[in-house]
């Protein structure tokens, strides 16, 4: 309700700027299966809403809070509990009902002395409500009316990314449409309204313009078979997370990015106001400016096992700098490195090596070429999959300390387990942890052995939990946050998979390594079961220094 959007919200728990809001979701069984009512908005000046197909709301009323008197079978203490609010939380369902009325003419009410709802004699306020000359409290009282909230289920809660646009933070509803009622577009805020299924609003030859929160939620009902299914999946939620999109410049031009997408974390930390200036997309040669101390080049040489690509780190300040990662054998890699020390104004003073995997140490060789800087790292304890030419000419050592520039300081962890010699250099100043493949985005990285070793592995990871970190950069992908819960994470979904190993010996065994990858690795494509075969060798490898399996002599595998 337009008219009243000015005096919406005082004292809601709204992120500066926005908007309370409430939406719902009127579900109904159709001739072949679950519908929704969408309707399509105006196109408006400054309205990102603008001909997009949306379910009905809008804004809360201030009156709003007036008209829980009203309000059949919830009160406002239950209601905030159901939506983890304080208080308040009744007046979005009001909200979400007033604006269905308004919009649509369907109305979730019946009359308080239990004769039949008659919608269309309601017409008069549902004009007042629109014109905002009268409140929901007000319409109730002069009808007899109680809203039916009871059927309402909370599903969904929504903020619209900081920025130049209107901010909205909405909490989403959903409930069967009422019996009897025919909805009605009030040609204003709703042009047209269709009873579609979720399949075809989203299906790209009707043309729909969906924002991405109802993208999301189209989504979500498309799994459900009818409106009965889809309304108890939503009761069974045990908590509704708010959901923020984060503006910024991916493939396809300005959009925005989901908190489950890999470069969410990256967007919020570079672009906290919301401008829409960050990439969202990781393109080789790109230099991004990580912080005052840090950019980022990415090499090309995209693929199943590198992602996007290797990353390289440069990272001092004031003409010193030192390079973590040189990356492949690539003249293009090489030159695009030495044009950021160029445009940096700066001088290398030495290359670290995070391990000598083939993707992330043979570019130290024509770089030292280039600018004199020592190479600094160590050799791999087995040869296999390792760059064989890699001669570094410093040893870091676990505990020491790299001045990379003024106020960057890069402490050395050895982490083994991916590789015997892999190393994590820590940018203290920043509580940063460039993590090389010790720690991946997005996937977990190969174990393999000789020179992998799951049981060393899982002592690294745990050994970061002892450090105080805020984030990590991987050698591929963008930044991560939470790092203590991604490592626990990690260490989880190995034991998990262990334990899978083990389950898979008892049922299978004995077996070779060949024969057991189907039934451990049934949630990995059938492609990549070759690369997991490796992993699974380091598995069985720690099961058998366990104690907890065995190999006989023709290499099969069996629990002990």
């Not at 090489?334 to 000598?356: K, S, W």
């Not at 962890?413 to 940018?427: E, I």
């Not at 990285?445 to 000789?450: E, F, R, S, T």
């Amino acid at each position: 309700m337009s008219a009243q959007e000015s005096a919406a919200a005082p004292g809601y728990a709204t992120a500066a700027g926005a908007r309370a809001a409430a939406s719902l979701l009127l579900l109904r069984d159709g001739a072949e299966g679950l519908e929704v009512l969408m309707m399509v908005r105006p196109e408006r000046e400054d309205d990102q809403r603008g001909g997009a197909a949306v379910f009905p709301g809008g804004v809360l009323d201030a009156r709003d809070r007036a008209a829980h008197a009203h309000c059949l079978g919830l009160d406002d203490a239950r209601a905030s509990h159901q939506l983890g609010m304080a208080a308040g939380a009744l007046d979005y369902l009001v909200a979400a009902v007033r604006e269905t009325f308004e919009e649509v003419g369907l109305l979730l009410a019946q009359q308080a002395n239990g004769a039949p709802l008659d919608v269309a004699a309601l017409q008069p306020w549902r004009a007042r409500l629109q014109a905002g000359s009268a409140g929901m409290a007000e319409c109730c009282a002069a009808t007899g009316v109680q809203l039916d909230v009871r059927g309402l289920v909370y599903c969904s809660h929504w903020l619209t990314p900081p920025g130049p646009q209107k901010r909205f933070d909405t909490r989403f509803f959903a409930a069967l449409t009422p019996a009897g009622q025919h909805a009605d577009a009030d040609r204003n805020e709703a042009l047209e309204l269709m009873w579609i299924s979720p399949a075809q609003a989203l299906e790209p030859a009707l043309g729909l313009k969906l924002l991405p929160v109802t993208r999301v939620i189209l989504k979500e009902l498309g799994v459900h078979a009818d409106a009965a299914s889809a309304l108890e999946a939503m009761r069974q939620r045990t908590a509704v997370p708010l959901i923020m999109p984060r503006r910024a410049l991916t493939a396809r031009g300005p959009g925005v990015v989901m908190p489950h997408e890999l470069a969410y974390a990256e967007v919020g930390r570079l672009d906290p106001e919301g401008h829409g200036t960050v990439h969202a997309t990781l393109l080789a040669g790109r230099v991004v400016r990580l912080s005052e101390r840090v950019l980022r080049i990415t090499a090309p040489n995209p693929g199943p096992m590198t992602g996007p690509g290797t990353n390289s780190y440069l990272v001092g300040g004031e003409g010193r700098f030192t390079l973590i990662d040189p990356g492949p054998v690539s003249e293009p890699h090489t030159q695009a490195l030495l044009a950021a020390l160029a445009d940096a104004g700066g001088r290398l003073e030495r290359i670290l090596v995070t391990h000598t995997h083939r993707d992330h140490s043979p570019g130290a060789a024509a770089l030292a070429l280039a600018t004199g800087a020592p190479v600094w790292g160590r050799v791999a304890d087995h040869p296999e999959w390792q760059d064989e030419h890699f001669a570094p000419e410093r040893l870091p050592l676990h505990g020491e300390r790299i001045v990379a520039g003024p106020g960057a300081t890069l402490r050395v962890l050895h982490t083994p387990g991916h590789a015997s010699n892999h190393l994590c250099y820590l940018l203290e100043e920043e509580r940063l942890l460039f993590t090389g493949d010790h720690v991946m985005q997005g996937s977990t990285v190969v174990i393999n052995p000789p020179d992998g070793d799951m049981a060393v592995y899982l002592g690294s990871l745990h050994a970061l939990l002892d450090e105080t970190l805020d984030w990590l950069a991987p050698g591929h992908g963008f930044l991560v946050a939470q790092p203590q819960a991604v490592l626990r994470g990690l260490i989880a979904h190995r034991l998990k998979r262990e334990a899978k190993v083990l389950a898979a010996l008892r049922e299978h065994g004995p077996g070779a390594v060949e024969a057991l990858v189907e039934a451990v690795y049934d949630d990995v494509p059938a492609q990549l079961h070759g690369v997991a075969q490796r992993s699974l060798l380091a598995h069985l490898l720690k099961l058998q220094a366990d104690g907890v399996a065995v190999c006989d002599a023709d290499d099969r595998w069996s629990a002990a």
